[in-house]
């Protein structure tokens, strides 16, 4: 059936458009009159069609982050259940699912302009189903390598590339009183898929739910949990499952898609045919992809990469990986998606832009980096004792007896953060975004000091366990404070941009702000592994003390560019 006679949409009495003929209110999935701000259109027509799409969009998202996500607590699992692999790998098979995620946000936050909302949010939620297979799969065997697992962790990053077509597409669909409350729901509850993965994955691994398609158990080698108690080693475990379980929701949902889905022609007005656009949205998608993967190359160490920038370079890999994004999407473009992509990328003149990237980055960032980082670093901090010993001048770790269960725990902060979102939209919408930013940041500020402390105290204790309660309310803090000022930071783009910006600005800031995804997971990993866990609070703090700074002069000082309020 073709996509144009899909669900026609009846018209709706008022004027017209210029360029838009009668007949072409409303074709199926395309729209060609869409007029959010006009109140009784939005009353009569609009409010209905963008709900819809809105309540689409939500369960896919979920599943982008649940996909993109899933290696935080797949790594604990695969420690638990005898991989052969160190911390060290463990952690950067997260940090490039969290790398590969943010740079696909680049080109995804220009799709809906060149591609059509329903076309890009349908592909790139069929997508999924790809690391998903795979990771099933890798797990099956023990012996499966590490660079098929960090293969499977960078096609992962198409569930983080997602989140930016997907909150440009919504913030199309709603007039701007709203925006604060409608992308607060589309990221809030989207949102939700870190606490699903973290949450699902523990419980789905104790069943055969997939028979002799699912592959034989695999015995634990170490304790581990699920929400509602500890399973002891020995105990028969299906891990293929943290990737064959999303299945089960990708394909009703790629189904739903398809069908319920609008592109909006006043937004995206030369998208050609249905094929056409969603080939433009594979070929953008494969240059990234590949740029990421040779940036990882650069950072790995042996055998997995070269190590050219591992250490301190790690700081060189993302702002190298955007460059290299931007600059290949430009060399490949054809003349028509040249023009449009010269068109969008003017936000990078506007200083706005950069202000609300570096704002971004504090919330989406410090959320999404904690999630990826917070599992193994409970496993690493509380999972093992820490002694001194004079002798060799050196701390013994060894296992803890004791120790507090990542999968029993690691989900709350996710939770409560997600939970806030569309809160801290809501609020916005009343008080101001960058007033409500500004007073999470110094929440934030002084959480990360303290939380660092705890972590000291903690990773030189024989009973680490007596800080584990204290650590993991300052993290809800941490994650209840990150959750807010999503939803104020989306609110102050919707003020600050107009119509044509907006949603191109959106993408771009989650596309920056989701390398809080990478960075998080390296850095507090390698000053676990020096000895100094709390310096990667500190430094964190640092970060957001600058940025109370940035927002106060661009948007709260008496003179500043933009009162907001």
Known sequence: ????????????????????????????????????????????????????NLWISIPSLLCGFAVWLMWGIITVQMANAGFPFTPDQLFSIAAISGLSGATLRIPASFFIRICGGRNTVWLTTALLMIPAIGTGIA????????????????????????????????????????????????????????????????AVMTLGLFGALGGDAIPLTKDSATLIGKIAAG???????????????LVPLAVVGWFGLNNLRTVSPNIGSTGAAMGKVLTLYTVALVVSGIGLYLYLPAPSGLGLLSGNGMWAVPPLVTIGTLFGMKAIATSDVKANLDKQFAIFRNKHTWSMTALYLVTFGSFIGF?????????????????????????????????????????????????????????????????????????LVATSAVTGYVMHLAYQSATPEQYFLMFMLLFIVLFAASGIGNGSTFRTVGFVFDQDQRGPV????????????????????????????????????????????????????????????
């Open 235 to 249: 105990t028969p475990t299906y891990v293929q499952n943290a990737g064959f379980i999303w299945l089960l929701l």
């Open 139 to 202: 797990l099956q065997d023990k012996s499966t390598p590490l660079w098929v697992f960090q293969l499977m962790a960078l096609l992962s990053g198409i569930g983080g590339g997602n989140f930016a077509c997907s909150m440009a597409n919504i913030s199309t669909f709603f007039p701007k009183r709203l925006q604060g409350t409608a992308l607060g729901l589309n990221a809030g509850l989207g949102n939700f898929g870190v606490t699903t993965s973290q949450l699902l994955i523990p």
């Open 1 to 52: 059936m073709a996509p144009e006679k899909l669900r026609p949409i009846p018209p709706v009495p008022g004027p017209v458009p210029a360029g838009v003929g009668a007949g072409d209110r409303a074709r199926g999935v395309d729209i060609a009159d869409w007029r959010p701000e006009d109140e009784t259109f939005w009353a009569r027509e609009g409010k209905r069609v963008a709900n819809r």
């Open 371 to 443: 999630s990826m980082a917070l599992p193994l670093s409970i496993t690493v901090i509380f999972g093992n004792t820490h002694v001194f010993d004079p002798a060799s001048s050196a701390w013994v770790h060894a296992k803890n007896p004791n120790a507090p269960s990542a999968l029993m725990f690691a989900w709350i902060g996710p939770f409560v953060g997600a939970l806030i979102r569309p809160v801290g939209g809501w609020i916005s919408d009343k008080l101001g975004g960058s007033i409500v930013t500004q007073w999470i940041s110094f929440v």
């Open 506 to 565: 959106l993408g771009w800031t989650s596309a920056i702000g989701g390398y809080g995804s990478f960075i998080a997971p390296v850095v507090i990993g390698q000053q676990i592994k020096a000895g100094t866990p709390e310096n990667a609070m500190y430094g964190f703090a640092v970060f957001y003390g600058l940025c109370v700074l940035i927002n106060w002069w661009f948007y709260l000082r008496k003179n500043a560019y933009i009162r907001n309020p």
